[in-house]
């Protein structure tokens, strides 16, 4: 008797481990499914009114004309109805590492409607903000009902950045990583990678039964790696960082200007003045909303060198002016562009070049050079993978603090792995 109770004490306390992780995983996938679900219903939603917004725009060009009119409309509604979201993925990130109050669910439709009509109109803009905050603004609201502890909170709105981002560009490994990295890792709990995965895998499933599809962007052919390979993988990398630092210096520079002016609503209105002023001088419309159609001739051929530049100027004045949005895809048409660009001196492939691009200016903008590299591989395939992760560690590097994340905790260059080395 007395062996069999010691021997049933001796296995309790590996049966409440167990029981614990039990309870700690069933409790985290029932959350992950509501979060992963909301987020990709959600990005399906937002992905179709916006291929909608653009396929409209291209038949009607003309509707550029309007985007004074259109800036003041979100700029008076954010004004007047956004009190408390309108400062968008910095308040996200803010939230993350100091949870308050629940971001509101307001912040959902507002950011949904308002870039779906700077889309409209022909503002320069991105989709990945949206997502990111519709996805953390909906999974939110979920921490009082499964009464969530502060730290538990953090992993909820990690699991909902992770999903927005998987759903919104089909990379679920990446936006795996992307929801940790981007908050600087070294800071987030262990606990939140499980969410983190399941959110982000079940966010793109989700968009998919929507039949809302991606994107597809092909590398013809990769060259052996080779010592001279790697420098000109450094070279690219170069560039990519001062595309990466120019984009967030010219955007905080015109965000410090447009603020002076007193009346919020006003600022996109002189905003869309500027833009459609600079669309007509320049006679063309390839640098307006997302630019998909540019970012895949990138892959093809050459683009043209100031392609890259004009595509920060007109996104920088967008977003500093107020209209709504994200970064990254316009990130990706820089680098797209860039790297196309640098294959009339660079002797790699201008496909190779487009990809490297595509993620490196990303990964020194954002600071989240491994989410750039897996969402590579998921995007292009593993054979770029050298080349791509020598142009993302050097763009992420030589880019030092500058982030278009300005959350203070996002700032700094540090990063987990980079940081335990010193650098």
């Known amino acids: 008797m007395t062996e069999n109770n010691g021997n049933f004490l001796g296995s309790l306390p590996r049966f409440l481990n167990q029981n614990t992780i039990f309870c700690y995983l069933l409790k985290w996938t029932i959350i992950c499914i509501l979060v992963g679900a909301a987020a990709g219903t959600l990005s399906a939603l937002f992905l179709s009114l916006l291929n909608l917004a653009t396929d409209f725009r291209n038949s ?13 409309f979100i700029g008076f509604i954010y004004y007047h109805k956004g009190k408390g979201v309108e400062r968008g993925n910095n308040l996200v990130f803010d939230t993350i590492h100091n949870p308050k109050d629940v971001i509101p669910f307001k912040m959902t439709p507002l950011v949904l409607f308002g870039t779906i009509i700077t889309h409209l109109f022909g503002g320069s803009a991105g989709r990945e903000g949206t997502a990111l905050q519709m996805a953390a603004s909906t999974a939110d609201q979920l921490h009082q009902p499964f009464q969530l502890s502060h730290s538990d909170r953090k992993i909820l709105l990690i699991a909902g950045l992770s999903a927005g981002f998987a759903a919104v560009f089909g990379t679920p490994w990446a936006g795996a990583v992307f929801g940790i990295e981007v908050l600087l890792m070294g800071k987030i709990p262990q606990k939140s990678i499980f969410p983190a995965i399941a959110a982000a895998f079940i966010g793109a499933y989700v968009t998919g039964l929507w039949g809302v599809g991606h994107t597809h962007y092909h590398i ?7 010592m001279m390979g790697v420098l000109y993988s450094i070279v690219a990398g170069l560039a990519f960082s001062i595309a990466a630092v120019s984009f ?3 955007t905080d520079l015109l ?3 447009f603020k002076k002016i007193e009346y919020p609503a006003i600022r996109p209105v002189i905003g869309g003045f500027i833009v459609l002023g600079i669309v007509l001088l320049l006679g063309t419309y390839k640098y307006i909303g997302l630019g998909i159609p540019v970012i895949v001739a990138a892959f093809q051929q050459a683009s043209q060198p100031a392609d890259f530049a004009w595509k920060i100027l007109l996104t920088a004045i967008t977003l500093a002016a107020g209209f709504k949005g994200g970064e990254v895809t316009p990130l990706f048409f820089i680098g797209a562009t860039l790297g196309s660009a640098l294959a009339v001196f660079l002797p790699l492939p201008v496909g190779l070049l487009a990809g490297m691009g595509f993620v490196a200016v990303f990964a020194g903008a954002a600071k989240t050079p491994i989410a750039c590299c897996i969402m590579a591989f998921e995007l292009f395939g593993v054979s770029c993978g050298w080349y791509v992760a020598i142009a993302c560690v050097i763009a992420f590097l030589a880019s030092g603090h500058h982030s278009i994340y300005n959350a203070p905790e996002n700032k700094s260059p540090k990063h987990l792995l980079f940081g335990r080395l010193g650098i």
Do not use: E, W
């Open 255 to 257: 965000s410090s200007i």
């Open 60 to 72: 009607h060009p003309q509707m550029i004309y309007l985007l004074p009119l259109a800036g003041f």
């Open 248 to 250: 967030v210096r010219v």
């Open 220 to 226: 013809n052919f990769v060259p052996k790696i080779s």
